[in-house]
């Protein structure tokens, strides 16, 4: 097809930017809102198109240049073109269209966004793949190896991991770097975990007795969170987790092993609600239905949803927002350079 030039309007959750032809929506990765482009087009449907980038011919003030050779080719970061403030701006417009289109919100009361500490060298882990003598990620466009020298956002220690397992001429396979394996889940960005657990510290009732926290890990939270509480419970399936959790219990603290769908309910039960503080932290998936249905029964006074996924927060704020008010939305931003986006947000009766 031949080259057509449009105007960028605005950029998806996920990256990419959004512009119109013949009365479509055509999606363009590697672009900024208010750039006139250039693109082709690579695959159309029936109100949409996805295209590729010839060339900016209007560039964005908040254009820069990529610190990564492998930026566009490689499939981990989206927004290395795009100045962090503006990076910031766009993921922040992005959790607030996702909780107002797919929540249905009205009043989403959003908190200027937090930013990495670090906007490179942040990553403490990095997994890589190595097959047919490439070492590396995969490409944005195909399920295809990239050869990999060196990744801009990893921290030193990963990068000087990944040059010693390029010389060593690794069998072929995945492998972590920059840190030990683990079988549980704990963050990569370790200035901007701090960051959130400030803003959650903050965020705390005062006043209030007990602290909930569902889908603990291996006491993230619930640790840090301790003297401000009489009682601590941390629920969490994986038992590795729990075990580490344990281990480093203070005297307020007890951790559950379960579902937290399965024990969360006993302990909602046993707590008086209108001294409870409920965090939730829950995979990408969301809050199952009767963890939403648990909650709402039992209503404790206060609750922080810790989510990295704008969409099903959007789903379950929902129906939380039926009972709850929606008191804060804060952006956090844990993976700069990438699509990704944490948000704190905070209900209260």
């Known amino acids: 097809m031949p080259p057509i030039q449009i105007l960028i309007q605005d ?10 032809a013949d009365g479509m929506a055509v999606f363009v990765p590697f672009v900024i809102t208010g750039e006139a482009v250039t693109v082709r087009l690579t695959k159309t449907k029936k109100k949409f198109a996805e295209a590729e980038l010839i060339s900016v011919d209007n560039p964005s003030p908040d254009r820069v240049e990529p610190r990564c050779p492998y930026f566009g080719a490689c499939g981990g970061c989206a927004y290395q073109h795009i100045a962090y403030p503006r990076q910031l701006e766009i993921k922040s ?48 466009d195909r399920h295809e190896l990239l050869d990999v020298a060196q990744c801009p956002i990893a921290t030193p220690e990963a990068n000087d991991q990944l040059a010693s397992l390029r010389r060593s001429l690794a069998g072929e396979g995945d492998y972590i770097l920059g840190g030990h394996r683990q079988d549980y889940f704990v963050q990569t960005n370790d200035g901007a975990a701090a960051a959130l657990l400030d803003l959650v510290r903050s965020l705390l009732a005062p006043g209030l007795e007990t602290l909930i926290d569902a889908y603990c890990g291996a006491g993230f939270f619930a640790r840090a969170l301790a003297p401000a509480f009489s009682h601590v419970i941390g629920i969490e399936e994986n038992e590795r987790a729990v075990e580490i959790a344990r281990r480093a219990a203070g005297p307020k603290e007890s951790y559950i092993a379960g579902d937290v769908s399965l024990r969360l309910g006993e302990v909602l039960v046993s707590h008086p609600s209108a001294g409870a503080c409920l965090i939730l932290d829950p995979p990408a998936a969301g809050a199952s239905p009767r963890v939403i249905d648990l909650i709402l029964g039992a209503s ?29 939305v804060t952006p956090l931003d844990m993976f700069p350079q990438t699509a990704e986006i944490e948000v704190v947000v905070e209900l209260r009766l």
Do not use: W
């Open 11 to 20: 950029i998806a959750f996920g990256g990419k930017g959004v512009g119109r």
């Open 93 to 140: 417009a992005q959790v607030e269209q996702t909780l107002r289109r797919l929540g249905r919100l009205a009043d989403v009361p959003m908190r200027p966004a937090i930013g990495s500490p670090r906007q490179y060298g942040y990553r403490n882990r990095i997994r890589v793949h190595a097959e047919d003598a490439a070492i590396g990620f995969y490409r944005n």
């Open 300 to 328: 404790p006074a206060q609750i922080i949803y810790v989510s990295c996924n704008p969409a099903t927060l959007a789903r379950d704020l929902e129906i939380l927002c039926r009972k709850y008010k929606l008191t804060g």
